[in-house]
């Protein structure tokens, strides 16, 4: 994503997301399908017990299309959004979490330990740019870490896919979640991709300073990166530690916990997980 097209460089979120913005959310099939793909992927990062009803909060909901991801996986959810036009689409479309509207940068405005989990999908990044004068972005995410690290019940996690711009702004977004109090730290998905490449904060609540993080999806090469790790690096440098998880297991592997939620799934086949070509 160049700098020149990234939303949040372009007006603050509640803005940005005006009603036209936001109709894109429940009328563009390719921006659904990969809003839905990163979603599910923040769930399985969740690493929640299968079969059981969880309470989650959804940072970021926007129109819902998250929130559908939630649905599917079994689990009950409340979303909280600052574009007044993006909760309204949500509620065109009668999504069955419940809507806040609040500014994420002003901390989350729920009870200590309520959520069981939190997943948020394109949104944090946002917490970086000063829209205002008395916007501090350092302020404002320090914020946000603490009262959402309260809010999680202990030993839980919670994922955030975002759009890191540079190194100083991942190690911004990393240090003051560990200042709040989080272990984690960085799973890359596809690293060798320029354009499939996601980025996944996963947070947890309690445990070591050095926590094992999830598998990275990878055709060749994956990379996780501790918040430790991260802290200790000098010059930029970065310790990996590598991991391999193929495309095709993770997705013969979702596809079986959805025969085992009883959800109609398709067969196997030789094309299963096979990397199609970037172009024809």
């Known amino acids: 994503m160049s700098h020149g097209k990234r939303p949040e460089l372009t007006a603050p979120p509640e803005f940005f997301y005006n009603e036209e ?24 990062l969740l690493e929640l017990p299968e079969n059981e009803t969880k309470f989650l909060l959804d940072i970021g909901c926007g129109s819902g299309l998250s929130g559908e991801a939630l649905d599917d996986a079994g689990h009950v959810w409340i979303g909280l959004d600052i574009s007044t036009a993006m909760l309204n689409v949500a509620k065109e479309r009668k999504v069955s979490g419940d809507l806040v509207l609040s500014d994420m940068g002003q901390g989350i405005p729920f009870k200590p330990g309520c959520f069981d989990g939190a997943i948020s999908i394109s949104a944090l990044q946002w917490l970086c ?22 809010v999680l019940n202990t030993g839980t996690r919670a994922v955030f896919q975002f759009y890191p711009s540079d190194e100083n702004q991942l190690n911004l977004i990393t240090s003051q979640a560990r200042r709040a109090g989080f272990n ?56 990996r530690n590598v991991k391999l998880k193929n495309v095709k297991q993770w997705i013969v592997a979702k596809k079986e916990r959805r025969r085992r939620q009883g959800k109609e799934t398709r067969d196997d086949n030789k094309f299963t997980g096979r990397k199609r070509p970037d172009k024809f």
């Open 21 to 44: 913005e936001a109709r894109k959310y429940s009328q563009n099939s390719r921006m659904m399908e990969i809003q839905g793909e990163m979603s599910e992927r923040a769930i399985e």
């Open 129 to 150: 740019n000063a829209d205002k004068t008395s916007h501090n972005p350092v302020t404002r995410l320090y914020k946000f870490f603490t009262t959402m690290y309260a």
């Open 184 to 239: 984690g730290g960085v799973v890359i998905d596809f690293p060798e991709s320029t354009k499939a490449k996601k980025y996944f904060l996963v947070l947890m609540v309690g445990g070591t300073g050095n926590p094992t993080l999830p598998q990275p999806l990878t055709h060749q090469l994956g990379s996780t990166i501790t918040m430790t790790e991260r802290d200790t690096s000098s010059k930029g440098k970065r310790s």
